[in-house]
């Protein structure tokens, strides 16, 4: 597997009892940290993050069910509550005891119900620009969700003209092309499109309702880091979770947008060395 920016792939295959996801892991025995994206993209949002966190730490990433390479099995939505599930089976699986865990954007969410309702220790937690606090579904997620017949049901390439301007707005600095374009492959063609609108349908703050009651019981170090620049769920958001945590640090990065680790890698790498501690 490789952590270029060009050539980012996962090759290792784990099933759950939801389905099958594609895994990796990067470094050499530090400290394990266990990355989980958000939506609408993948691990390859981490791609810039994790040769910095690897000289440091074992990195962990994968593919949410649904996401990426990874597929969930027949008739199983790729829910919060799954991919949560999920999460505390490949913490098993890689035999982790305590590991560092990081989420974004729904990712976030599925973080803090690992730990908080599936049992999973953490050392340490990170929330990026986190979907905790509901609810936090954007306009554009909930007009998906009241019309996901007609959605469902357009042609491919005129989903594909809704969806990827949608995309680019998720940083606040031009996404190249490029870019835009590897996050948008595991939604092309008809059978991507029925993946959007299935994770679409499937997400929603109902999910961290729970987690929400019990933030007040999070006693290890926590760190809430947003983009300054999030058009998609605005600093206020963070600021709201980082109070109901206790003696979480509140950090935010300049000019960065919702894609946190897309808009500034080098930075958000640091932030979180800075925070996860040396190996």
Known sequence: MSTGTD??????????????????????????????????????????????????????????????????????????????????????????????????????????RAHLVEGVPARRLALLDAAVIGPWNTRFTEHMQRHADVYATMEPSVFADIITPRVHTATSRPMPDEVAAAYLAPWAGEEGQRRWIDQVAAVSYRDTEDVVRRLGEVTVPTLVLWGEDDSWMPTAMGDELAAAIPAAVQERIAGAGHFLPEDAPDETAERLLRFLGPR
């Open 7 to 112: 050539n980012w792939q996962l090759t290792d295959r784990v099933r759950l009892s939801g389905g099958e996801v594609l895994t990796g892991v990067f470094g050499d025995g530090g400290p394990p940290v266990v990355l989980v994206h958000g939506t609408p993209a993948s691990s390859y949002l981490w791609r810039g993050v994790v040769p910095a966190l690897a000289r440091e730490h074992t990195v962990h990433v994968w593919d949410m069910l649904g996401f990426g390479g990874s597929r969930p099995a027949p008739g199983v939505a790729p829910s919060i509550a799954r991919q949560a599930r999920a999460l505390a089976e490949l913490v098993e699986h890689w035999n982790l005891e305590a590991p560092d865990l990081v989420g974004h954007d729904i990712g976030g969410g599925v973080v803090m």
